[in-house]
């Protein structure tokens, strides 16, 4: 039976040295003893979906220690349940498992930067998926280590945020995540103007 619950720290190492360094290009991870600090502040929750004792899928979150916003720091099913229906149910059983979060944000690189069609084909693909599983694009942007990246929003609880809320509390995590000189030098978020 398939079900959500916290990963222990040894799960969350475990998960990182194998799966993770499968699914995500080593550009994209950040360090390990990075996860470990957030972990020991309480600036980071894991998940698992698992059939039965066995792992399907994982997600990593970023947060404050004080507000009721998450951003989803990585999210994969694992190799061999990909395609399945996994992802999208994990999504709604996560939805479930994250009661007292406000709003749960999302990076997704912008179809606008994309550099050629296979790329472009890719990322609205990733957005369909995030659509499709409940959240909706803001107009939230952020340039982040020079990557442009989209703001997506699934609220967990109440109705989606308003836009210039989800800039604020996405600076916010980041402010954990990086500190102050770092945070000043590679993340840049701000509101898009209307179309």
Do not use: W
Request: proline residues 4%; negative net charge; hydrophobic residues 35%.
């Amino acid at each position: 039976m398939l079900h959500v619950r916290q990963l222990s720290t040894q799960e969350i190492k475990s998960i990182y040295d194998t799966h993770m360094q499968e699914a995500f290009p080593q550009s994209e991870l950040r360090p390990y003893k990075n996860i470990a600090m957030l972990c020991a502040s309480g600036n980071y929750d894991c998940y698992g979906l698992f059939d039965g004792e066995n792992l399907t899928a994982y997600a990593y979150f970023s947060k404050t220690n004080d507000r009721p916003y998450m951003l989803l720091d990585y999210y994969a099913v694992l190799r061999g349940m990909r395609g399945t229906g996994m992802g999208s149910r994990f999504f709604s059983l996560l939805r479930a498992q994250l009661q007292g979060q406000k709003c749960v944000l999302l990076e997704v690189e912008s179809v606008e930067s994309a550099e050629n069609t296979e790329e472009k084909t890719i990322r609205e693909r990733r957005i369909a998926f995030y659509t499709r599983n409940g959240c909706a694009m803001t107009r939230v942007k952020c340039l982040l280590y020079g990557v442009d990246f989209s703001i997506m929003a699934m609220p967990a609880e109440d109705p989606a945020p308003d836009d210039e809320t989800v800039r604020q509390e996405l600076e916010n995590i980041y402010h954990v995540m990086f500190d102050d000189d770092l945070f000043r030098r590679v993340c840049h978020p701000y509101l898009r103007e209307n179309a």
